[in-house]
């Protein structure tokens, strides 16, 4: 279970902070780098923010479905979704849903490892997409920026049992 979940994020990390041929033979990173970030901070700092957190170990994750519900209901909402890298770097995908839209925020600039796409990614989405294959993975669909080969990975839940 935990390789099936390094996978994902590994994967999801390739399709969002992937280096595209922008046309003029330049490779282009998809994460701009020059964006005020949040302060890095440790998973007992996140559960006590009530941040939702994915990846190795998952706490918190009833707010998602909290958020999905509203948002389904057009109710404002917003939530943060952290993860952690093998190396304990936290990685922020932030949510604002004003009742028509999602504003998605994606900080990746603590990440020791992240190489050129270092930085915080910003786009605006019209919904998230659940995709059940094993187990449910979310992510967000009819963004402004996105590229039709990316998707943008929220998380994956593990099945109830």
Known sequence: MKILSLVAMI???????????????????????????????????????????????????????????????????????????????????????????YHYTYDNSHDGYAGLDKGIYKDTCSEILMEEPAEPIFILNGCSKQLDTIEYFLMRLNQKK
Do not use: C, Q
């Open 11 to 101: 994967t999801a990390g390739i399709w969002l902070n992937g280096i595209y041929d922008n046309g003029d033979g330049k490779k282009t990173a998809l994460l701009p780098i020059h964006e005020h970030t949040s302060k890095a901070y440790n998973k007992n700092e996140a559960k006590k923010r009530g941040d939702i957190i994915w990846g190795y170990e998952n706490y918190n994750i009833e707010r998602f479905h909290e958020f999905l519900e509203n948002t389904n209901a057009k109710k404002e909402d917003e939530i943060r979704i952290t993860s952690y890298t093998m190396e304990g770097d936290p990685i922020f995908k932030d949510l604002v849903f004003d009742g028509e839209k």
